[in-house]
């Protein structure tokens, strides 16, 4: 969490940034500021341009957006707590299970099985009312995509053919409580980080690897200080539009249903985007890595290896077995 006086600085950094600009805001009603930790060129900054013009342009420039990429006002954890606070109006990334805890459903080790299935389980009615019920921890949702694709590890110690080959390695993993018990249940040494430490780690052997979405670990240059690259496929998880509900309700009714519509076809793009290039990250990092792609009766194993997660998380009431078969029946499109 940030401090009282972290937060304070946040303010006056974004008064004094966007200070030279008041002019030009003369006729803005609102002020929409977002930040995300990754950098300019990474997909989900680029769908976010897209939001900035159609809003603006959609609301005749009542409403003006501000855009922070690269981490340049924290880390993850630090831009959920100052949307939260009110001082961020929106950010996308991780800590969604601060807006409800049931988003930790949707990151759960193979949950879906591929790209469609994933798009059918965010766009479901199962998915729709967990986005609603987060306003009632303060937050807006008007749309959840997916997180960039599906998670590969990579690594300085061995190819991962098989869970025992995760045994005691110090993995990096996401400040997140469903990756720390899905990489105990491989067996790894799970080390929480911010993402943008990682890289250091790896050079310095504070940890022997990670697992990311492939454009994460192509635009934060991962490959540099890895040998290894292993794809299962085993994980995605969701991507909320994560929005200071005060500040939403703010909005009059003809802004409120602008923005949310921006919002979804801001999503929806993000994801096209990022399906997209999938494979065009993963042939990059192949080339500069040694890489293993686990499959079919290979990858039954690793299915195995998870269920203590599925088992720890339904124990501790974050979600039912019956939240389980449901979002797995929404994903296969035979429920909402």
């Known amino acids: 969490m940030v401090s009282r006086f972290q937060r304070w600085l946040v303010v006056v950094m974004l008064v004094g940034v966007t200070a030279t600009s008041c002019r ?41 957006v501000e855009l922070y990429f690269g981490g340049v006002l924290g880390h993850e954890r630090e831009l959920m707590d100052f949307v939260a606070t009110g001082a961020l109006q929106g950010t996308r990334g991780g800590f969604f299970t601060d807006a409800n805890p049931k988003y930790g459903l949707l990151m759960m080790p193979f949950l879906v099985n591929d790209w469609d299935q994933a798009i059918r389980l965010v766009n479901s009615a199962f998915v729709r ?78 940890v022997d690897g990670q697992d990311n979405a492939p454009a994460n670990i192509w635009d934060f240059k991962i490959h540099e200080v890895s040998k290894y690259l292993t794809l299962t496929y085993y994980a995605t998880g969701p991507d909320p539009f994560m929005v200071n509900l005060d500040w939403y309700q703010t909005l009059p009714a003809e802004l409120k249903e602008v923005f949310d519509e921006v919002a979804r076809e ?30 079919g009766v290979a990858l039954q194993p690793f299915r195995e290896a998870v269920q203590p997660a599925y088992e720890y998380f339904i124990g501790k009431g974050d979600f039912t077995e019956d939240d389980v078969k449901r979002a797995r029946a929404a994903a296969a499109g035979g429920g909402s």
């Open 24 to 64: 030009q805001e003369s006729n803005s009603e609102f002020r929409f500021r977002y930040a995300n930790e990754q950098p300019l060129g990474a997909l989900r900054s680029q769908s976010m341009l897209f939001f900035e013009a159609e809003l603006e342009k959609r609301s005749k420039g009542r409403i003006q």
């Open 129 to 206: 009312k967990i986005n609603h019920e987060a306003a009632k921890n303060g937050f807006h949702i008007p749309a959840t995509g997916i997180s960039q694709g599906f998670r590969a590890h990579t690594n300085n110690r061995r190819p991962l053919k098989h869970p025992d080959d995760l045994k005691g390695l110090k993995m990096r993993v996401p400040m997140q409580e469903v990756y720390v018990q899905t990489a105990l249940a491989f067996g790894e040494n799970p080390q929480e980080l911010p993402y943008t430490e990682v890289y250091q780690a790896l050079q310095t052997g504070v």
């Open 266 to 295: 801001t999503m929806t793009l993000s994801d096209q985007l990022n399906r997209d290039k999938e494979q065009e990250y993963i042939d990059q990092l192949s080339a500069e890595l040694e890489t293993n792609i686990v499959s």
